[in-house]
Structure formats: structure tokens, C-alpha cells
């Protein structure tokens, strides 16, 4: 055998040289072609003694198999060494020797794939499949195409003619639940993924499998499972990105923000141009409130491609939390003729614009991504804000409808649409909605406040108190809770407990005017005039057409018998606020009442008080006691008596109701009723 190794060497030499030969030949033109044909011959007969196969004991077929056969190997060997022209070539020349060679039709499919040659490969991988019907792996790698291709019902079809054949083909099974999983059925995606494991699915590409398996758990939003099924496909491929790159978007999600960090380095380690890694970091860093390194990372991932829509798009939201709206704006804008086919462009613009102020401009670009993606929750939710935030109640409410549909576990549309309901005064409804959202979250504080609203507004204080003191425990930051705290203390007489709350408030957020104003009540209530004019400035100081503070300085004004300045901040509530009833009735009462007879006009006072009552739509006692002053003071003592006698009957029994009877008895004799002037 040694003596024939330097003989066989020779002759494969001969038989190259031979062959190369004839294809140059071959070219050279028609009138030569019988030259080139004899030495293709030639070099046959070699390759046949190199194979130890007699030429002359093989007919004419066995000889074209034979020779496919050769050419077919050949081509492996190109294939196998990325000279992907060489290998096509032989696999060309194996076809036309033997039309019938499935394995040169199987590899020279194989080769277009590499080539991203897609339909080539299906038309090799059929033929395979038509010549030998229980051709597995062809029918595998046919579906691999058609997956590729997003014709994912056709990659099925060949995965199930698989497991016809063969019921336990832990490839077919890989294979369809991969393609189960582009459909998003991710029920059945994991039942075929898990099984193929389970039969020891031991393809090179077992960290796909893993990879696809982590998808659909973490689709399922059973994240600790989808953590687990990518931390095995980094054992088996430690260099997948995609592994990494769906890894820490989990973790971000999760709100592991360091560890979902941890897997974008290790991406940008092996990739340093990775955009994805770059917006991925990036969000997580804003989660994070280091909005600088964010708007880094955003820049970096525009600095290596300025076309990256996602990457405008995520710098556009850091803008908007860092209330930068004309960049975030200018981001949206540059995101959305980037890229006019997604949703999340328009959505985030619409975002920009709300946040602007620039509300119809908004709800057009929310209807716009509706359009684009009519199943994603949070746009409906985010217009609902929007018409919302135009008092536009039942446009809002269906549309947290519609994000409820889509989304049932959409704790923020319960609470946004319990909003709602308690604007609309639909306590109830908004109790359910509050209810179900705790429910969904237990640690929602913004609920547990909406709830005490509720509570507040029925005037039920302790449970309000028990609402606000759960919020202020899960967020004892919230400067609105301990406002909201403080309103239900003074509701329930506790003006100490109530001014301490709203001292917290205020100091959490210096700017909170309504703390103001209500702090300016408590010390009102409390006599002290000199600490709730000073609330009472501040607030118009910071808001100078606050019509709470102008009524409020009214009420300490005529307290303190200043009842001109009193008149003029009445009055200037009521131009600021015209269906505020409070203003309107306590104008009414000074010119009715007041001890000074100069400041008095019976006539004015009728027109603020009934304005007060039609406001109120004749539901408020207190005005109505205010309006049979006013008749009183105007000479109608008959209306005075009709108005006051209404105002008996509504109001509880107490001090209020002893002292309307009191000033009845005067109408019947004919007398106003005026503030008994202070003693010196």
C-alpha cells in the first residue's frame, strides 16, 4: 500500500490537471467541444481507478453514477471549505451525470441557504424529497426556508410530514415549535420545544431551541421560566447575542436593570457595534433615573447608525421624563419619517405632544399607531389620558374600555378609568375600578388615593384616612396623598391633624397651590386670619388666577370686616371661576348680611345666590338659606320665607338648622337678617 500512495497521488494530480484542462478547453468554443468532452472523459476514467472502480466492467448508468457520485463528494468538500462556487459547480455537474442524486440536490440546497437564495433551496429540497418521500432531513431543512421566509403554516406542513414518518424526531418537534412560536402560539411552541429536549434534541443549534423556548415563557410573562431556558443557551453557546439580548430584556422587564446591564456589556463585548445592546442599556439606565448615560448610550447607537428609528424613539422618551419636550419632540419627529410603518414613532410623538399641551395634535398620532397596531393596550390607555386631559369623559372611558379588552390584567387603566368615574360622580363604578386594580397590584398607591377620593367625596373619613395612609406607605413621597390626607382630616373637624399634612405636602412640593389654599381654610377655620392670608398670597403669588384663593382671601377679608377687599376678591373668583357656587354664594351673603348697611344690595345678592343654587341645582342648603337672605335684604319676604323654609327641611339637625329657624321667624314678621356687628 505504500508503494501505491505515490502512484495514487500522481494520478489525482493527472486527473486535475486533466479536468481543468477540459473546462478550458470547453470554453474556447463549439468547434473544440468533442476535445473537451474526451478529457472530461479522461479525467473520469482516473478518478473511477482512483476509486478502484474498473471502467470497463461499468455500463453507461453505472458510470454516470458513479461519477455524480465523485462530483457530488467533491462538492461536499468545497462546501464544507466556504468555496461556495466550487461546491455549486460540482453539485451542477453531479445533476447532470444523475438527474436522480438526491444527496447532490439536499447539498446543493444547503448552499442557497448560505446564499440566502431561498426559493433555489425550496426547488432542491422538493425535488430531494419527490426522488426519496421519506427524505427527513430534507423535509427539515425545507421547513428551516419557509420559516425564513415568514410562511410559517408551510414550515409546519414539512415538520408534521416528519414526525408522520418518524413520531419521535426530536428535530421535527425543535423545528415546529420554533415555528409555533413566530405564529405566537406560544401554548403549543412550548409543548413541541420541551418535548424535543426531552428527547435529547442534540442538533448543533440546541441553544436556538433553548433561545425560542426562553421566547415563548417570557411572551407568556412567565419570566423566571424564560430566565432559566436562556441561561441554558449560554451554556451550550456562550457567543449567542440574541441569547444575551433576550436575557436582558427579561431582566428589564423584571426591573433588574443591573443585571439586564450586565447581559447588553456582555453583547457589546463580542459585538461593539451592536445597536441593539446600545438602546438597551439606554432604557435601563433610564429606568434608573441616569438619564445621562442614557441619552449616551441613545447617542452612541445614532452615532453608528443614523437611521436607527428605535434609537430617536427611545431618546424622544428620556427627553419627555426629563421634561424636555421640543427635543423629545424633535426626536419623535425624526423617528417617524425614519420609519412611517411603526406604531411605537407615532406613539411616542403623540406622547411629546401631550405632554406639550398639544393635545388634538397627540390624539391624532395615537389614532395614527391605533391604526398601525390596533392590539397594543398602552396606546389606547395613553389617548384615553389625552381625552381625558380634554375633559372628554366618555371618549376617555371607552378607550380604557378598549385597553381593558386587550389587556385584563391593565391595573393603570383601572385606575385611570376610575378617575373618571369619580369626576363623573359614578362613585360606585369607581370604587369597582379602584377595587380591581388592587387587586391586579396590592402595592398600588395611586389606587389606594383614588380609592380615598371616593371615600372623601361620600364623606366616609375613616376609610378614606385608612386609603391614604396605605398610599402614603407604599409612596410616602407623594405630596398629593398627604394633601388628600389633610382634606379628609379637615373634613372630619381635625383642622391640627389636617395643617400638619398639609405641611408635608408643601414641603415635599413647595409649589402645591391646593395645599395651600387648604391649609389657608384650616387656619380660616382655626381664627387664625393672619397665617391664611399669608397661605392665601403665596397661592396667588405662585397662580394669580387661582379662583379658590381669591374666594378663600374673601372669607378671611370679610372675617377681619374689610368688606371691600372682600367684595373684590368675591368677585374676582367668580370672574376667574363663573360656575364656582361658593364664590357666587358668599358674595350673596356679605351683600344680604353685612353689619356695615353701605355694603348691602338686596338686588345683587339674589342674582350670586340664585346663580349659586342654579349651579348646585337646588341641592345645597346652605345656599338656599343663603338665597332667602338675599330675597330678604331685596324686600321679598314671601320668597324669603319659601326659600328658607326648603332650606330647614334639607339640612341636618344642629346648630345650622336652630339658626335658619331663627331667621324664618324674622322673614314672617318682615325683617332682613344682618350680621350682628363685633363688640370692641
Not at 21 to 44: H, K, W, Y
Not at 234 to 239: C, E, I, M, T
Not at 274 to 281: M, T
Not at 594 to 607: L, W
Request: neutral net charge; charged residues 30%; hydrophobic residues 40%.
Amino acid at each position: 500500500m505504500q508503494r501505491l500512495l505515490p502512484i495514487l497521488a500522481l494520478a489525482f494530480l493527472i486527473c486535475l490537471s486533466v479536468e481543468r484542462e477540459a473546462n478550458a478547453t470547453a470554453l474556447t468554443g463549439n468547434n473544440v467541444q468533442a476535445e473537451g468532452d474526451s478529457r472530461q472523459e479522461l479525467s473520469l476514467c482516473l478518478k473511477l481507478f482512483i476509486a478502484g472502480v474498473p471502467y470497463r466492467q461499468l455500463g453507461p448508468d453505472n458510470v454516470c453514477a458513479v461519477g455524480a457520485d465523485l462530483y457530488w463528494r467533491r462538492g461536499l468538500i468545497f462546501a464544507h471549505g466556504g468555496d461556495d462556487d466550487m461546491a455549486l459547480a460540482d453539485f451542477d455537474r453531479a445533476l447532470r451525470l444523475d438527474p436522480k442524486c438526491t444527496r447532490a440536490y439536499f447539498d446543493r440546497g444547503q448552499v442557497w441557504i448560505r446564499r440566502c437564495e431561498h426559493d433555489r433551496a425550496i426547488a432542491d429540497f422538493s425535488e430531494a424529497v419527490r426522488l426519496k418521500p421519506d427524505y427527513l432531513d430534507a423535509y427539515h431543512d425545507r421547513g428551516v426556508v419557509w420559516e425564513r421566509k415568514g410562511e410559517y403554516d408551510k414550515a409546519i406542513a414539512d415538520y408534521n410530514r416528519m414526525l408522520q414518518i418518524d413520531p419521535q424526531n426530536a428535530g421535527a418537534l425543535a423545528g415546529r415549535g420554533i415555528a409555533w412560536e413566530f405564529k405566537r402560539e406560544h401554548d403549543k411552541a412550548i409543548a413541541d420545544l420541551t418535548q424535543a429536549l426531552r428527547l435529547n434534541f442534540h442538533r448543533p443549534n440546541i441553544d436556538s431551541v433553548y433561545n425560542m423556548l426562553g421566547n415563548a415563557w417570557m411572551a407568556k410573562g412567565d419570566y423566571d421560566k424564560a430566565i432559566a431556558n436562556y441561561d441554558q443557551a449560554v451554556r451550550f453557546n456562550p457567543k449567542q447575542i440574541a441569547t444575551y439580548r433576550n436575557r436582558g430584556d427579561v431582566w428589564l422587564i423584571k426591573g433588574e436593570f443591573d443585571k439586564a446591564i450586565a447581559d447588553y456589556e456582555r453583547i457589546l463585548g463580542i459585538d461593539p457595534k451592536y445597536i441593539a445592546a446600545y438602546i438597551g442599556r439606554g432604557s435601563c439606565r433610564q429606568m434608573k433615573c441616569e438619564y445621562d448615560k442614557a441619552i449616551a448610550d441613545f447617542d452612541r447607537a445614532i452615532q453608528i447608525d443614523p437611521k436607527s428609528a428605535s434609537a430617536y424613539n427611545n431618546r424622544a422618551i428620556v427627553w419627555i421624563w426629563k421634561k424636555d419636550y421640543n427635543k423629545a419632540l424633535a426626536d419623535a419627529e425624526r423617528a417617524v419619517s425614519l420609519d412611517p410603518k411603526t406604531a411605537k414613532n407615532f406613539y411616542i410623538r403623540g406622547l411629546a405632544f401631550v405632554r406639550k399641551g398639544m393635545y388634538d395634535k397627540g390624539i391624532a398620532d395615537y389614532d395614527q399607531a391605533v391604526r398601525l397596531d390596533p392590539n397594543n393596550a398602552e396606546v389606547y390607555y395613553q389617548r384615553g389620558l389625552a381625552w381625558q386631559g380634554q375633559e372628554q369623559h366618555d371618549k376617555a372611558i371607552a378607550d380604557y374600555d378598549q385597553a381593558l379588552r386587550l389587556n385584563p390584567k391593565y391595573a393603570e387603566a383601572n385606575y385611570a378609568r376610575g378617575l373618571v368615574w369619580w369626576l363623573q360622580k359614578e362613585y360606585d363604578k369607581a370604587l369597582a375600578d379602584y377595587d380591581q386594580a388592587l387587586l391586579l397590584n396590592p402595592k398600588y398607591a395611586e389606587a389606594y388615593y383614588g380609592r380615598g377620593l371616593v371615600w372623601w367625596q361620600r364623606k366616609e373619613c375613616d376609610k378614606a384616612l385608612t386609603d391614604y395612609n396605605q398610599a402614603l406607605q407604599f409612596n410616602p413621597h407623594d405630596a398629593v396623598a398627604y394633601h388628600a390626607r389633610g382634606l379628609a382630616w379637615k373634613q372630619k373637624g381635625d383642622n391640627e391633624k389636617a395643617i400638619d399634612d398639609f405641611d408635608q405636602a408643601l414641603q415635599l412640593d413647595p409649589k402645591l397651590v391646593d395645599a395651600y389654599v387648604s391649609r389657608g381654610f384650616s387656619r380660616h377655620y382655626k381664627g387664625e386670619n393672619g397665617k391664611a392670608l399669608a397661605d392665601c398670597n403665596q397661592v396667588l403669588a405662585i397662580k394669580p388666577d387661582n379662583a379658590e384663593a381669591h374666594n378663600l382671601r374673601g372669607m378671611v377679608f370679610e372675617a377681619d370686616g374689610t368688606f371691600d377687599k372682600a367684595i373684590t376678591d368675591y368677585s374676582e373668583a367668580i370672574r376667574l371661576a363663573p360656575n364656582v357656587a361658593a364664590a357666587h354664594n358668599n358674595l350673596a351673603w356679605l351683600l344680604a348680611t353685612c353689619r356695615d348697611g353701605k355694603f348691602r344690595d338686596g338686588k345683587k345678592a339674589v342674582e350670586n345666590a340664585s346663580k349659586a343654587c342654579q349651579i348646585t341645582g337646588e341641592k345645597d342648603w346652605s345656599f338656599m338659606d343663603t338665597l332667602a337672605a338675599a330675597y330678604a335684604e331685596n324686600g321679598d319676604f314671601e320668597k324669603a320665607k319659601r326659600w328658607q323654609i326648603k332650606a330647614i327641611e334639607m339640612a341636618p339637625d344642629g346648630k345650622d338648622k336652630q339658626e335658619m329657624r331663627g331667621r324664618l321667624e324674622l322673614y314672617k314678621q318682615g325683617k332682613p337678617y344682618h350680621e350682628v356687628p363685633k363688640k370692641p
